[in-house]
């Protein structure tokens, strides 16, 4: 398990930062389903949707793009 450090600043400057939702569009490789599911944009870029495998049990290869 790693640990992050932060400042009091780098807390301050995350916490100012809106965070936006975003639609995210994920197909599954293996079976081909389809998932639209809403996430949270952090900081930096990078979305977080709850989502960790598909039906078919696959937890790896997938298309991940951002709905407009």
Known sequence: ???DSMTLHDAKNEISVPSGRVKI???CRQCGEVFILRGVKDHRGHVETGFRRCLCDNDKDFDIETVS
């Open 1 to 3: 398990m790693q640990v």
């Open 25 to 27: 569009h994920i197909r």
